[in-house]
């Protein structure tokens, strides 16, 4: 072989040897991570189970496949409220849930869902994006080894469900009542006695009478839990979550590993659906509210306003008590009243003040 022959050659093995080692980031780019998520919510189950189901393989196809979602509905790897701590364990990489389940461990939990008289769904996406919510939220979750996202919300929620029916405070008295959060230290105020069940156990404990009545969440979740055969009364509007915000609460060491690519598309798989749950159940909630009336009897009740009354003086006990707690929830509480106050104030005059008007001239009512 000449010179020139030789030279040519060598030429083309470099180029070759050049693209091998370009192509090496593309192979090392189809490198699977796992990412176990546990969930509070049963298998398909209508609205919370299909929305969490829905943002577990949306993360997945973001990604093309580099994160490896394995999704473990309520008591398939873990019990619902044990998600909190298979995560920050580490056992798990993330949960969707609503985060007023831990407020056990520390009382904020309970702002970053919902809490009597609080924030609506707007007023809250409002607050987490722009008002200071997600830093106080970050604090919070950091101590615990999390990083948190809102991933759903389901509006304002119904009263509950009642086997008699309740037209003053005292009616309330010496109920067993299903209510996690805050929601459920108001009724403890009134002589309600509080009890948390995850979803899947509500409708047994109902026809049992182990409990005498229950929230959920709305006509489309309500109906689908059969909550109508065993209590008729059902009460509008939920004092407790006027704005449920549902969370991904990720495994922090882990989800700071990730790329920073892959870190963007679960935060904005997150944000898709959060805006994608609620409207997908404000569409049904009207339909199935029809469905509650007119198919299985269901007498819809408004609370008188002695009751709503009692419900704020027993929320604002309780605000006082949860403060105490620590700094941080004092703060959190004031940063959600501030908000409460001015996103309040607009909403009064433009959503509040509009649709009373256009209901009213089209003969619009419950």
Known sequence: MDRRSFLKNASIGATAAAATTLAA???????????VIVSTWPR???????????????????????????????????????????????????????????????????????????????????WIKFGGGQELWDELADSYGLQNFAAG?????????????????????????????LGGDVLAKLGVSPVSLPGGQIYEN?????????????PWNDYYLKLYEAAKYYYYPGMHEPGSQLALGTNKSWYT????????????????????????????????????????GVKLERFSDEIYDAFGEASEEVFAETVEH????????????????????????????????RNRVLGISV
């Open 25 to 35: 980031p593309a192979v090392r780019a189809q490198t699977t991570t796992d990412m």
């Open 257 to 296: 590993s990730l790329p920073k690519i892959d870190q963007q598309i679960i935060k904005a798989a997150c944000m898709e659906e959060n805006a994608v749950q609620m409207a997908e159940t404000n569409h049904n909630n009207g339909i199935y509210l029809d469905k509650l009336i007119k198919e299985h």
């Open 326 to 357: 620590s700094d941080l929830t004092r703060r959190t509480h004031e940063s959600f009243v501030k908000a409460r106050s001015e996103l309040g104030r607009w909403m009064l005059l433009a959503d509040t003040g509009y649709t009373e008007q």
């Open 206 to 218: 109902l026809v049992s009478g182990a409990i005498d009545g229950t929230e959920w969440v709305g």
């Open 153 to 181: 919300n389901t509006g304002v929620q119904m009263g509950g469900w009642f086997n008699k029916k309740v037209e003053t405070a005292d009616d309330l008295k010496g109920l067993k009542f299903r209510m996690p959060g």
């Open 44 to 126: 398909d189950f209508p609205g919370l189970g299909t929305s969490a189901q829905r943002l577990a393989a949306r993360i997945g196809e973001l990604t093309e496949g580099r994160i490896n979602v394995q999704y473990y509905a309520a008591g398939e790897r873990v019990g619902a409220f044990d998600s909190f701590d298979e995560v920050a364990s580490g056992n798990a990489q993330a949960y969707i849930g609503a985060d007023y389940y831990w407020k056990g461990k520390h009382p904020a939990w309970a702002y970053f869902t919902s809490v009597p008289f609080g924030l609506t769904y707007a007023e809250m996406d409002a």
